[in-house]
């Protein structure tokens, strides 16, 4: 059973601080995904990591795929309260009962004002 | 293009009663995947539709159950309500199996 495990379950943080969280897993992926949640809504698609060392930006987040591809990181630089959500990384699952895409269970992140 | 869309968007139910959640997925695409989202659990997937048959299902008792109509419209249903079935259901589209998944607003039940 394929898992991804991510760290730390919750983040709080004042305006303007720099930030990592992580998506482990022992298994390795072909691709990665990170999503935002905002309370209520539906995830978010923000980007999907394909190659083993791979960066991407989006504007001040920052993705990191690990060379094993077991493993991925979002930075987010002078975080703003709008990045407030739950983060969460997913990744394909080749058949079996937790379906095609398997997630972790977040890490939720509060920016302060 | 208009995104996947949810109704209704909460719900309150007493234990016993039973529930169906609607989801239109983007147009186009033909696998629609349904998720129960709790604080506790995370995202735990229910079951995944294509062209109309279950390809695969999660670890939920039958009191779950899905079904998908030929214009990819989803619909879920829940029966016997118990007070742990409250949770945010989401609904995801995509093309394809391992494409990527657009999520829909979701539906908040709450059951009383």
């Known amino acids: 059973t394929q898992l991804l495990e991510q760290s730390p379950q919750f983040l709080s943080i004042q305006e303007g601080e720099n930030l990592t969280v992580y998506c482990n897993s022992s298994?390795?992926?072909?691709?990665l995904q990170w999503y935002r949640q905002e309370p209520g809504e539906g995830p978010v698609l923000l980007v999907t990591?394909?190659?083993?060392?791979e960066v991407k930006k989006l504007k001040r987040l920052t993705f990191q795929f690990g060379d094993a591809r077991k493993d991925s990181s979002l930075h987010i630089t002078a975080a703003q309260p709008g990045d407030t959500g739950l983060y969460l990384c997913?990744?394909?699952?080749?058949?079996?009962?937790?379906?095609?895409?398997?997630f972790g269970k977040g890490t939720k992140l509060s920016v302060k004002p | 293009k208009a995104g996947v869309t949810q109704t209704p968007r909460y719900l309150i139910k007493t234990r016993g009663q039973q529930v169906t959640l609607s989801c239109s997925p983007i147009?186009?695409?033909?696998?629609v995947s349904w998720y129960q989202q709790t604080p506790g659990q995370g995202l735990q997937f229910l079951f995944e539709y294509f062209s109309e048959t279950q390809r695969n299902k999660g670890n939920f008792p039958g009191r779950f159950s899905g079904r998908q109509f030929s214009n990819s419209r989803s619909e879920m249903n829940v029966s016997t309500l118990e007070l742990g079935d409250s949770a945010l259901y989401l609904c995801?589209?995509?093309?394809?199996?391992?494409?990527?998944?657009?999520f829909g607003p979701g539906t908040r039940l709450t059951v009383l």
């Open positions: 997913a990744g394909p699952n080749y058949g079996g009962s937790q379906g095609n895409l398997i």
């Open positions: 995801a589209s995509s093309l394809g199996a391992l494409d990527t998944q657009y």
């Open positions: 990591v394909v190659t083993g060392g």
């Open positions: 147009s186009g695409h033909r696998s």
């Open positions: 298994s390795v992926f072909s691709s």
